[in-house]
Nanobody, 115 residues
């Protein structure tokens, strides 16, 4: 059973920064990629960033240049450094792990950016 536990969310003013963490635990046979999604009230969950096992990164256009994804392989932890935050970044942020045969999701962490 794989568990993903996010942390680091909170309330921040526009222009500020936050760093989210996601620690994966359990029996993980292989990790193809880890990443982040977010869901704002009344909206669908959207892709934010992904880091593959080969080291490739992908970002949504809305966060390019502001957010950075990184991973500590030894700790099975992925991070999302979020800078220059905007009110429209307000959402619940979910960690995602792409395994050999399925995806896993964390419980989500709230990020609120005040104007």
């Amino acid at each position: 059973q794989v568990q993903l536990v996010e942390s680091g969310g909170g309330l921040v003013q526009a222009g500020g920064s936050l760093r989210l963490s996601c620690a994966a635990s359990g029996i993980i046979s292989s990790i193809n990629a880890m990443g982040w999604y977010r869901q704002a009230p009344g909206k669908q969950r959207e892709f934010i960033a992904r880091l593959t096992s080969g080291g490739s990164t992908n970002y949504a256009d809305s966060v390019k240049g502001r957010f950075t994804i990184a991973r500590d392989n030894a700790k099975n932890t992925v991070y999302l450094q979020m800078n220059s935050l905007k009110p429209e970044d307000t959402a619940v942020y979910y960690c995602n792990l792409v395994g050999r045969s399925r995806d896993y999701w964390g419980q989500g962490t709230q990020v609120t950016v005040s104007s």
